[in-house]
T-cell receptor, first 116, second 117 residues
Framework: GAGVSQSPRYKVAKRGQDVALRCDPISGHVSLFWYQQALGQGPEFLTY????????KSGLPSDRFFAERPEGSVSTLKIQRTQQEDSAVYLCASSPPTQGSLREQYFGPGTRLTVT | AQKITQTQPGMFVQEKEAVTLDCTYDTSDPSYGLFWYKQPSSGEMIFLIYQGSYDQQNATEGRYSLNFQKARKSANLVISASQLGDSAMYFC??????????????FGPGTSLSVIP
């Protein structure tokens, strides 16, 4: 079936603009994660949803970042008043309810955000 | 705090030869999981292999094997018979222990692998 999809793939924003990044997880996956990947670094956790509930938002870097998943499927990561340091690739991942001890996360292609 | 270290920023390997990518981790919890992901230039993270802390045997998946040395907190990835398509970034990651219904995964800084024809 279809994998995790993200849109847009590329986004250029002027500093101070608001942006919204979309993630479509794999159908049936209850867990959804957002990561931020700066250039040349590994992904860093931002937030986690179980269905529509945001159970962990400890990785969100500031109150300009918030995420939602109102119906437990599609999720949107919103960044208000973008700053240059927000430039990164934003990755979305989903995982099914249980996989024993593996609990693999399936990643989307990411959205590359450039703030000018 | 949990941490992943990958000391090789870049590696080169001749096509058809084997290569080992290093990974060490730090955790005080006895229950954890270790992953390796591949990230080609297209950007998507591709799951390669998983090792649970209680698994008795080293994990293998096709040309990928994980050299798990628990006492040394080491989880090196071995790629046998390298192919040109193996050129990519490789990330070692650890599932943060203690998670009930979900897993916060911590990634290392990555190793860039280039396969030379």
């Amino acid at each position: 079936g279809a994998g995790v999809s993200q849109s847009p793939r590329y986004k250029v924003a002027k500093r101070g603009q608001d942006v919204a990044l979309r993630c479509d997880p794999i159908s049936g996956h209850v867990s959804l994660f957002w990561y931020q990947q700066a250039l040349g670094q590994g992904p860093e956790f931002l937030t986690y949803f179980q269905n529509e509930a945001q159970l962990d938002k400890s990785g969100l870097p500031s109150d300009r970042f918030f995420a939602e998943r109102p119906e437990g499927s599609v999720s949107t990561l919103k960044i208000q008043r973008t700053q240059q340091e927000d430039s990164a690739v934003y990755l979305c991942a989903s995982s099914p309810p249980t996989q024993g001890s593996l609990r693999e996360q399936y990643f989307g292609p990411g959205t590359r955000l450039t703030v000018t | 705090a949990q941490k992943i270290t990958q000391t090789q920023p870049g590696m080169f390997v001749q096509e058809k030869e084997a290569v080992t990518l290093d990974c060490t981790y730090d955790t005080s919890d006895p229950s954890y999981g270790l992953f390796w992901y591949k990230q080609p230039s297209s950007g998507e993270m591709i799951f390669l292999i998983y090792q649970g802390s209680y698994d008795q045997q080293n994990a293998t998946e096709g040309r990928y094997s994980l050299n798990f040395q628990k006492a040394r907190k080491s989880a090196n990835l071995v790629i046998s018979a390298s192919q040109l398509g193996d050129s990519a970034m490789y990330f070692c990651a650890m599932r943060e222990p203690g998670g009930a219904s979900y897993d916060k995964v911590i990634f290392g800084p990555g190793t860039s692998l280039s396969v030379i024809p």
